[in-house]
Structures are given as structure tokens and as C-alpha cells.
């Protein structure tokens, strides 16, 4: 069975940080593009950061840009998002996804292969 579970989330502060990992399961995770998205309330989602299958390439959008970086362990086959100088406009449910490509997809546009369950970042003040 496939499976991308996202953790980490929970309510933190503004300026606090949080590290967000996807678990992945039920396929060869070292073929794929994993990307992190985001829907706030009352917004459309969003493509956040990306990795590339071999970890080499990273994408992140400019509203997050200097704050998240994203990284992978292939040996885990887990990927993570570490969010620093969290802003409470980065509230938001928290999701991994997957797309077999050598080259970086950071579109919440695209059909990705895979999705996974959210995990919810609250930024209060």
C-alpha cells in the first residue's frame, strides 16, 4: 500500500520552528520528486518546497524562501521540512506528494502520483 504520512505539526509561536517529515512507503521513493504543499484556509494550494529524486535540486516558493528548507534521507525514505521564522500566514495543512521525475515538480497543479494525509502548522500571534 502506498503511503506518505506527513508529521510534525502543531502550534508553535511566530518565530518559532517546527520540522515537518513524510514517511514514505509502498514504492521505490528513490525515483521520485517529493514536494511539500500547503492550504490555508480560504486559499488555494500551494506549492511550498521541493526536492529532487537524488536530492541534489530544491525549489522553494518566495513566500518561504530564507525560512523552510527541504531535505531527504533515501536510506529513511523520509523527507523534511524544516520551517524556521514561522509566520502565523504560514498556517496551514501540511501535505507531502510525489511524482516520478528526475526533475524537480513544484506545481499543486500537477497530477502528482501520489498524495498524502496533512499535517496541520498552526503560527499563532
Known amino acids: 500500500e502506498v503511503q506518505l504520512q506527513a508529521s510534525g505539526g502543531g502550534l508553535v509561536q511566530a518565530g518559532g520552528s517546527l520540522r515537518l517529515s513524510c514517511a514514505v512507503s509502498?514504492?521505490?521513493?528513490?525515483?521520485?520528486?517529493i514536494g511539500w504543499f500547503r492550504q490555508a484556509p480560504g486559499k488555494e494550494r500551494e506549492g511550498v518546497s521541493c526536492?529532487?529524486?537524488?536530492?541534489?535540486?530544491?525549489y522553494s516558493s518566495d513566500s518561504v524562501k530564507g525560512r523552510f528548507t527541504v531535505s531527504r534521507d533515501n536510506a529513511k525514505n523520509t523527507v523534511y521540512l524544516q520551517m524556521n521564522s514561522l509566520k502565523p500566514e504560514d498556517t496551514a495543512v501540511y501535505h507531502c506528494a510525489a511524482v516520478r521525475s528526475a526533475e524537480i515538480v513544484c506545481d499543486a497543479s500537477f497530477p502528482m502520483n501520489y498524495w498524502g494525509k496533512g499535517t496541520l502548522v498552526t503560527v499563532s500571534s
Open positions: 509502498g514504492f521505490n521513493f528513490d525515483d521520485y520528486t
Open positions: 526536492i529532487s529524486s537524488a536530492g541534489v535540486n530544491t
